[in-house]
């Protein structure tokens, strides 16, 4: 008998602060038959941690492996197989639910349970704090079925047409559980809010880039018994697991699953609706003309509550046929039943959902089946909650349809479209309603057919996990998505020119010179650096004063063929500058011989690692955790008394493979570890997880992903900038004497910054002060926090840190904004024999040049990193 494991969590166990867990057999319980009420599916919960999460800041979550990764390693986004999803039933079982995460799933140990805190303040005229404990013994426990969907769901069809900011979900974005707890009206009733009160802001425990999770509803829907706004810490009646908000959630029925929101710490109750980062930036539908460049150039697109979304639209798929299925048409029977799900928003009813096989000329009713009226009927209490269904007519749940088609309509049909209808007579659009979002997609669904032999092949259109479909088919045949007729042409229609991948051309024109690998190397020397990228010969003599990555970038890899690195680390600005520096072709045996011999070169007895012309590997020993985005990587060299070989203030690049495409990412990096260590490389990065508008760091993610003992590539060492100590600064090899440094970073911009500030402070016999102004956006955003104070409490004023928070707490008494102009003129006056260093976002550093520069400082004592 398959079983199903419930965690018991009753008053007596929370004073004793510890919980119980039992396997419950199905026949333990209350049967399907008994009630005629849809059961949760058999249920595992996951023990093991996935491979993949090891090393991830969730690596505390153990998960189903048959979860469909849609923003790569972490977060974690997923969504079910359809298929699997639709088999399971009404209910879907907690391993497969789907998730949307922003950030790290915030661990919480069973201890702690019973002291979760959620406060309740605002507008209220008595502010409250409950403990688990309270809210489990205090207010009455309700179990409803409600079904969570993704506002993103079926955006792939969208991001096929054109790519939205948002991640490709599928058609399986949702998922239906019985969810257990107390009425959230209930628990405001109690803070009792005031008259003027409009919104409840709601916020979770996930610290995340923008502060923590948040958004908000109006408060008389959240007072509204029929809106069934509610609690839960329980889910088809056990304890809710970590990716799905344990222990405390809110669950917000027929509204977009952003709303529900997860980890629950904070209700507020307000006059305005939420000016959290995610209200505002997140789950919106903005015009169809408004183009990612206007959305991001105005802020009024994003700050207008029209364009908010709340309640859900009417959708409805198919998941049978299955993509990819093949239909045998010598062995078929004389029907085959179609079957899919539907739903609709606010608690309205779909009272129709409809299939055509001719292009919707004409159309065939599906028979709806509504599990969830099964517990209207449904009279006592289940999984420790009171079932209220009978008391209301809001719909909050999926409901299944089916229809039996000829199969012979089939092999004469195209297509199979689904639409679905609900009781307010909102049905589904035929045309896509494309928004810079990509949310809220729910035009017709459609199913091509196509006839091979014998058989019949059917295609959805998209899958999420992998390319395929026939949208993305249908494109590339020149079809345009958007005319209609799904990407069909009409006759005499031309066929839409897919826009082409922007190639820039790096070679002189009019240049037909040949060069042999004998002249390559003749001309390959410090003085003379010519090297080869994709075949083609260029001389950096002319760029060695004025390369971001010093001299030594382009002398180092005179006479080899640089393409790879090249590629990888420079700009379309940069590339378009080569046709300058372009003095013929390698001749094509000249180019075979150089390849072969531009390989790796390792050498255990070298007393220093790094190599300028070659790539050699170090192997990760060490993962420490900083912060829920920050890591300290430490790296083990080739042997313990090997050094890094990194003069102060220079860097190194790192070659790490796509976790996901295996295609190499470089870029240059500072470490902090301290320059006479042997053995090892300390490297600090803040990893840049994706958002729902902005895809991540490649190479940030692709370290994270990094397992104890993988190795990575490094060359160096690279830079204009050298500090020899005592004030004495090198920069493109010419030497100058400085008395003090003016230092200007943002975010983990920091580390070349200390590097060169630990040497001036560690030396009591250096002169030279230092001033550091460090922004960044929250206080524990901070890197390097502690080592800087330390500079600062030496006692001998070398060194002054200035710390500024962009988006500071109400705690943080230090300085608040970006750095501006004023700050720049308070603490980087213009002296004679001093220098600014500066390390940053791009636009933090064309800020600073141009303030500099109107201050009077020149050019030639600003240097950036």
């Known amino acids: ?58 690596s ?37 639910f789907y998730v949307r995460n922003h950030g790290p799933v915030p661990q919480v140990r069973d201890e702690d349970i019973p002291d979760w805190e959620l406060s309740i303040e605002g507008l209220v005229e008595n502010p409250m704090k409950l403990s688990f404990r309270d809210i489990l013994q205090k207010y009455v426990q309700i179990t409803n079925p409600i079904t969570l969907v993704c506002a993103g769901n079926r955006r792939k069809e969208q991001n096929t047409v054109r790519k939205s900011k948002g991640f490709s979900w599928g058609p399986a974005g949702l998922s239906t559980a019985l969810w257990t707890g107390p009425m959230m009206a209930d628990i405001l009733r109690s803070a009792k809010p005031l008259r003027r009160a409009k919104y409840v802001c709601m916020e979770g ?38 990716d799905h908000g344990r222990p405390l959630r809110a669950v917000v029925p027929g509204q977009i699953g952003g709303r529900s929101v997860k980890w629950l710490k904070k209700l507020i109750v307000t006059e ?23 959305a991001s150039q105005d802020d009024n697109w994003w700050t207008d509550e029209r364009y908010a979304i709340y309640d859900l639209n009417v959708n ?44 919707g000329k004409s159309w065939r009713l599906a028979k709806i089946e509504y599990a969830e009226d099964k517990y ?19 719909c909050f749940c999926w409901s299944f349809w089916s229809l039996q088609i000829p199969v012979f309509d089939l092999e004469n049909s195209s297509a199979l479209l689904v639409r679905a209808m609900d009781d307010g007579m909102m049905t589904q659009p035929r045309d896509m309603y494309w928004s810079v979002l990509g949310m809220m997609n729910n035009p017709w669904f459609r199913i091509a057919i196509t006839k091979e032999g014998n058989r019949l092949k059917f295609e959805h259109p998209t899958h999420p996990a992998k390319a395929g479909g026939w949208m ?26 897919l826009e082409p991948v922007k190639v820039i051309n790096m070679k002189k024109e009019g240049l037909n010179r040949m060069l042999d690998l004998q002249e390559l190397n003749a001309n390959s020397s410090a003085e003379k650096p010519w090297f080869v990228v994709n075949g083609e010969v260029y001389d950096g003599t002319g760029f060695l004063d004025g390369h971001p990555g010093g001299a030594i970038s382009i002398t180092s890899q005179a006479g080899l063929d640089v393409s790879e690195d090249f590629l990888a680390i420079h700009s379309e600005t940069a590339k378009l500058m080569m046709p300058d520096y372009h003095i013929g072709t390698l001749d094509k045996a000249s180019l075979e011989s150089l390849k072969k011999t531009s390989t790796t070169v390792s050498n255990d007895s070298r007393p220093t690692f790094l190599q300028s012309r070659s790539w050699t590997r170090m192997k990760l020993s060490k993962v420490k955790t900083v912060s829920w985005d920050t890591r300290i990587f430490v790296f083990d060299l080739e042997h313990e008394n090997q050094s890094l070989g990194l003069p102060i203030g220079q860097h190194l690049m790192i070659k790490v493979p796509d976790p996901t495409t295996k295609e190499a990412i470089i870029r240059s990096y500072t470490p902090i570890s301290e320059t006479n260590m042997q053995g090892k490389m300390e490297l600090l990065v803040k990893i840049y997880f994706p958002t729902e508008n902005i895809l991540g760091g490649k190479m940030t993610m692709a370290l994270d992903t990094l397992a104890i003992g993988a190795e990575i590539d490094c060359k160096g060492p690279t830079g204009r900038f050298e500090y020899l100590g005592n004030g004495r600064v090198i920069i493109s090899g010419k030497e100058r004497k400085v008395r003090s440094f003016k ?44 080592a800087l104070d330390a500079f600062v409490n030496i006692g001998n004023r070398k060194c002054t840190v200035v710390h500024t928070l962009s988006r500071a707490s109400e705690r943080w008494v230090g300085r608040r904004g970006r750095i501006s102009e004023d700050l720049i003129k308070e603490y980087v006056t213009c002296e004679e024999d001093s220098m600014v260093i500066i390390c940053g976002p791009e636009a933090m550093e064309k800020s600073a040049r141009k303030i500099l520069l109107e201050q009077g400082w020149a050019e030639s004592d600003l240097h950036f990193f």
Not at 477 to 496: F, K, M, Q, S
Not at 756 to 776: E, K, Y
């Open 60 to 96: 505390h979550v153990p998960r189903d492996p048959r979860l469909i990764r849609l923003t790569g390693v972490h977060p974690f986004n997923v969504e079910p197989p359809l298929t699997a999803l639709y088999k399971e039933g009404f209910l879907t079982s907690p391993e497969l």
């Open 272 to 294: 305005t609706p939420s000016d959290n980062w995610y209200h505002i930036y997140d789950n919106r539908v903005l015009p169809t003309m408004v183009s990612p460049e206007m």
């Open 376 to 394: 209207r009927e449904f009279e006592g209490d289940l999984f420790g909650g009171k079932v209220d269904m009978w008391k209301r007519e809001s």
């Open 1 to 58: 008998m398959a079983t199903l494991t419930e965690t018991l969590v009753d008053a007596d166990e929370l004073n004793d602060n510890s919980f119980q867990t039992k396997d419950i057999q199905f026949h333990d319980l209350p049967t399907p038959q008994e009630y005629d009420i849809p059961f949760p599916p058999p249920s595992v919960n996951p023990t093991e941690i996935l491979e993949v999460d090891k090393g991830t800041p969730d």
């Open 472 to 497: 993305e088919k249908a494109k590339k045949a020149g079809g345009d998505l958007t005319n209609g007729n799904w990407g069909e042409r009409l006759e005499g229609e031309a066929p839409v020119e």
């Open 316 to 359: 409805s798929v198919a998941a049978f046929p299955e993509h990819e299925e093949i239909l045998d048409l010598a062995t078929a029977g004389l029907t085959y039943t179609a079957r899919g799900y539907a739903y609709a928003g606010g608690g309205r009813r779909i009272t129709r959902v409809e299939i055509s096989l001719d292009k």
């Open 205 to 242: 425990a996930d610290k995340l880039p923008n502060g923590y999770y948040g958004t908000s509803v109006k408060l008389n829907w959240a007072m509204d018994f029929n809106r069934g706004i509610m609690l839960a810490h329980k889910m088809n009646g056990e304890n809710l697991r970590p």
């Open 743 to 786: 230092m200007i970073c943002g975010g983990t911009g920091i580390t070349p910054i200390f590097q060169v500030l630990r040497a001036v402070m560690q030396d009591p016999q250096d002169p030279t002060t230092c001033v550091v102004l460090d922004g960044n956006r929250l206080e524990e955003d901070i890197l390097c926090r502690a």
